[in-house]
């Protein structure tokens, strides 16, 4: 089998063989809307099957696997959010690494990427270790919560608009159900700070009438039930922009100790 089937004890699998699957775009908008909890939404996410051109990649990644991961056995399902229940700080991503978090099956574990996420988010107060390389490895997210707009790794790192569309349900109920805590949302690249707006209103955020384009630092203002949230905005930790120095370790941190002051 190319993915761990649901409840055979894979750390931190929220699933289980009952937990109902979406087979269709429709399956996931009925799905996110009716779980009433994020335990309920992340076991639902980690089985979707709705996009065949993910599950097909997702699975045969796992099959084939990395040569310096080939004794492993990858997750190869999609990845949920993950993190404080009641979070302050929400961060958003695209989408799970092939050999990441389709391996580890926790968003940002065992990359590149997040390597210099884990690392700042560490110096900043915000997880209890400097690293994240498996689901059991001891990382807690302190105040925080991250996930994907994007639940499947996609091919090339691409996922097609058909893709986003179908997977955006489940987004948007992760930030509604987490909202009544949360006061700032970091989104890690330009794609995410595009895919977090129609989420956050369709979780119920009030949105100011124009929204600055993504840059590196950009702050905007939204509300939820009258409170202000500020949105901030972070370039992708990517090999691409740590190697090239768009991005540097203080960059990083001066983000998330912003955050984490906002958050306060």
């Not at 996110?32 to 097909?56: F, G, H, I, K, Y």
């Not at 574990?109 to 110096?123: E, K, M, N, P």
């Amino acid at each position: 089998m190319s993915f761990v089937p649901p409840g055979t004890g894979w750390p931190g699998d929220p699933a289980t063989p009952d937990t109902p699957v979406a087979l269709d775009p429709a399956d996931v908008r009925r799905l996110a809307a009716d779980s009433s909890t994020l335990a309920e939404l992340t076991a639902r996410q980690s089985v979707c099957r709705a996009c065949p051109r993910l599950v097909e990649w997702r699975e045969k990644v796992a099959d084939e696997k990395r040569r310096a991961f080939a004794d492993e056995t990858y997750w190869g399902r999609p990845v949920p959010g993950w993190g404080d229940e009641h979070p302050r700080i929400v961060l958003v991503g695209l989408a799970p690494a092939a050999h990441g978090g389709n391996r580890t099956g926790r968003i940002f574990t065992g990359d590149r990427s997040g390597d210099w996420l884990f690392a700042s988010l560490y110096r900043s107060g915000l997880a209890a270790q400097e690293t994240s390389t498996h689901a059991d490895d001891g990382q807690r997210l302190l105040g925080a919560r991250v996930l994907a707009s994007v639940r499947c790794a996609p091919p090339a790192n691409k996922p097609t608009p058909s893709e986003k569309g179908a997977c955006f349900p489940w987004m948007a109920r992760e930030l509604a159900l987490v909202a009544p805590t949360v006061r700032v949302v970091v989104a890690l690249g330009g794609y995410a700070w595009q895919a977090m707006w129609p989420a956050l209103k369709d979780a119920g955020y009030e949105l100011p009438r124009s929204r600055p384009p993504f840059r590196h630092g950009v702050e905007a203002e939204v509300r939820y039930a009258g409170a202000p949230v500020t949105l901030i905005g972070c370039y992708h930790p990517s090999q691409q922009n740590t190697f090239t120095g768009r991005v540097t370790a203080q960059m990083l941190d001066d983000v998330f100790t912003r955050a984490r002051s906002l958050a306060v």
